[in-house]
């Protein structure tokens, strides 16, 4: 089983800054990533597959990048409702897919 | 719109058994990768469950051999059948669409085991 690391558990930016969230693999899973945003109260919502493409809908502002073991989402300037819990995923080796513990992104 | 909609979830004693219900709507189950995701209350999220396309189904080690998934093409649905239930089963269990990344999501049901 592959087991996803994210770091740091909580990430506190303001409004207006880039925010830079880090998720790395036990072994290589090539681009086969995903990173989740949830909110509270709601499901999670895909953001980015195949390691830096962005699902249909996302901001630009969103961007993947990493292959291998090292990803890392980036959102270049911060809005108010980008405050949230992001994951990673792979799917490079299933079963299981597996997710990382999450960042909580929060205002500071 | 695709939709995906969750029922089922409730309280349940340990042992128990439940069976959650995913009405999906603007694409077939028979012909997309269909999944369960849970997440225990203030945890993180872990994949369950998949029933590909094709029907072969893979399930996490956790629940290997107590859940089984399955669909119903007539009526659109997933199912998840839970069998011997355990107090670390209780989450938020999430229906969710994707071959290997999860592009819809459900708004969950939670099923909470206890005595």
């Known amino acids: 089983e592959i087991a996803m690391t994210q770091s740091p558990a909580t990430l506190s930016v303001s409004p207006g800054e880039r925010a830079t969230l880090s998720c790395r693999a036990s072994q290589s899973v090539n681009n086969n990533l995903a990173w989740y945003q949830q909110k509270p109260g709601q499901a999670p919502r895909l953001l980015i597959y195949?390691?830096?493409t962005r699902a249909t809908g996302i901001p630009a502002r969103f961007s993947g990048s990493g292959s291998g073991t090292e990803f890392a989402l980036t959102i270049s300037s911060l809005q108010s409702e980008d405050f949230a819990v992001y994951y990673c995923q792979q799917y490079a080796k299933w079963p299981p897919y597996t997710f990382g513990q999450g960042t909580k992104l929060e205002i500071k | 719109e695709v939709q995906l909609v969750e029922s089922g979830g409730g309280l349940i004693q340990p042992g128990g058994s439940l069976r959650l219900s995913c009405a999906v709507s603007e694409f077939s189950v028979s012909n997309h990768y269909m999944s369960w995701v849970r997440q225990a209350p203030g945890k993180g999220l872990e994949w369950v469950s998949v029933?590909?396309?094709?029907?072969?189904?893979y399930y996490a080690d956790s629940v290997e051999g107590r859940f089984d998934i399955s669909r119903d093409f007539s009526n659109n649905t997933l199912f998840l059948q839970m069998e011997s239930l355990r107090a670390e089963d209780t989450a938020v269990y999430y229906c969710v669409e994707g071959p290997y990344y999860f592009n819809y999501w459900g708004q969950g049901t939670l099923v909470t085991v206890t005595s």
């Open positions: 029933l590909f396309s094709g029907g072969n189904t």
């Open positions: 195949g390691a830096s």
